[in-house]
Nanobody, 127 residues
C-alpha cells in the first residue's frame, strides 16, 4: 500500500528556514517523479516543486519559490525533501507530498490520475 508521510512543518519567523521531509513506501520510489504542493486557506492547491526520477533528478519550481526553495530526493531511503529559505508570510499553507506526478515545466501540468498524496504538514510563517 502506497504511503507518503510528511514531517518537518511548524511555526517559523519570516525570513527563516524550514525543511520538510516526505517518507515514501509501498511503491518503487526511485522510478517515480515526486512533488510538493501547498494549499493556503481559501485558495486552491498549487504546485511548489517537483523532481524527476531520471538520472539527473531534474527539478521544476513555481515562480513564487524559485531561488528560495530546493527539492531533493534520496532514493536509498525513499525520501524527498523540500528545503525552504527566506520564508514569507505568503508561504503559510498546508504542504503536501505527492507521488507519481508529471514533473514538467509548468506546475499546473504536474497532476494526473495516477498520483497519490500524503496527509500534509502545516507550515506557518509568522512573527
Amino acid at each position: 500500500q502506497l504511503q507518503l508521510v510528511e514531517s518537518g512543518g511548524g511555526l517559523v519567523q519570516p525570513g527563516g528556514p524550514m525543511t520538510l521531509s516526505c517518507s515514501a513506501s509501498g511503491f518503487p520510489f526511485a522510478k517515480y517523479s515526486m512533488a510538493w504542493f501547498r494549499q493556503a486557506p481559501g485558495k486552491d492547491r498549487e504546485g511548489v516543486s517537483c523532481i524527476n526520477a531520471n538520472s539527473r533528478a531534474t527539478t521544476n519550481y513555481a515562480d513564487s519559490v524559485k531561488g528560495r526553495f530546493t527539492i531533493s530526493r534520496n532514493n536509498a531511503n525513499n525520501t524527498v525533501y523540500l528545503v525552504m529559505n527566506s520564508l514569507k508570510d505568503d508561504d503559510t499553507a498546508a504542504y503536501y507530498c505527492a507521488a507519481k506526478v508529471e514533473c514538467v515545466h509548468y506546475p499546473d501540468d504536474w497532476s494526473n490520475q495516477d498520483m497519490s498524496w500524503g496527509q500534509g504538514t502545516q507550515v506557518t510563517v509568522s512573527a
